[in-house]
């Protein structure tokens, strides 16, 4: 089945900085997911989005629905260490054949 | 939260053992799902479920199988282990009232087959 393309596929950054990642698809979605995942663990949602235009934010994040529907970003603002781990973007249409990106890995230096 | 739960958290066996993952779910969601996961790497899927007696292959080749007896409930099985089995295993379920189609996830299930 079709993947997502993400990217960047990992980031090094300074503590305090921003980070921008995001995803792009072949097909149309109407939903948009983004999850992080740490070390041994499961994937977190983070932020969901289901209308195209969209400007979702939780905290320091905030995740954009791409007006085309094949595309969407998430922005980190002010990075601290604990933003370390994978960044998973995923979508699908119709809550039908979730599709997950690669990841993107955030390293985030004190 | 998510309440999906996965047994064992971690299991090292020797190869030829039979061994099966443990996945239990207590939103009343329809579709469960096992991803296969590599340490840092992608998701793949490997089989999910739409309900009880439901069961399809997903996009990545296993040699699991996997049942739906319960809607709460999603074993996969390994009949005879071996070392390319070692992976993390992922569960996880969407659905129930209001589906919005997210995936909540289990903490994983990390298989070392020696």
């Known amino acids: 089945g079709q993947q997502l393309n993400q990217s960047p596929q990992s980031m090094f950054i300074q503590e305090g900085e921003d980070v921008s990642m995001n995803c792009t698809s072949s097909?149309?979605?109407?939903?948009w997911l983004w999850y992080k995942q740490d070390p041994g663990e499961g994937p977190v949602l983070l932020i969901a989005?289901?209308?195209?235009?969209e400007l979702t934010s939780n905290g320091r994040l905030t995740a954009q629905f791409g007006i085309t529907r094949k595309d969407s970003f998430l922005n980190i603002s002010a990075s601290i260490p604990s933003d370390v781990g994978i960044y998973f973007c995923?979508?699908?249409?119709?809550?039908?054949?979730?599709?997950f990106g690669a990841g993107t890995r955030l390293t985030v230096k004190p | 939260e998510a309440d999906i739960y996965q047994t064992p958290r971690y299991l090292v066996i020797g190869t030829g053992k039979k061994i099966t993952l443990e996945c239990s779910q207590t939103?009343?969601?329809?579709?469960m799902y096992w991803y296969q996961q590599d340490p840092g790497m992608e998701l793949h899927l490997i089989h999910y479920?739409?309900?009880?007696?439901?069961?399809e292959k997903g996009d990545l080749s296993s040699e699991s199988t996997v049942s739906r007896i319960r809607t709460e409930h999603f074993p996969l099985t390994l009949e005879s282990a071996r070392p390319s089995h070692t992976s993390q295993y992922l569960c996880?379920?969407?659905?129930?009232?209001?589906?919005?189609?997210?995936?909540?996830f289990g903490e994983g299930s990390r298989l070392t087959v020696l």
């Open positions: 996880a379920s969407s659905g129930g009232q209001g589906n919005t189609g997210e995936l909540f």
């Open positions: 097909s149309i979605f109407n939903t």
């Open positions: 989005l289901y209308k195209a235009g």
């Open positions: 995923a979508g699908s249409y119709n809550n039908n054949d979730m599709r």
């Open positions: 939103m009343g969601h329809d579709k």
């Open positions: 479920s739409y309900g009880v007696n439901s069961t």
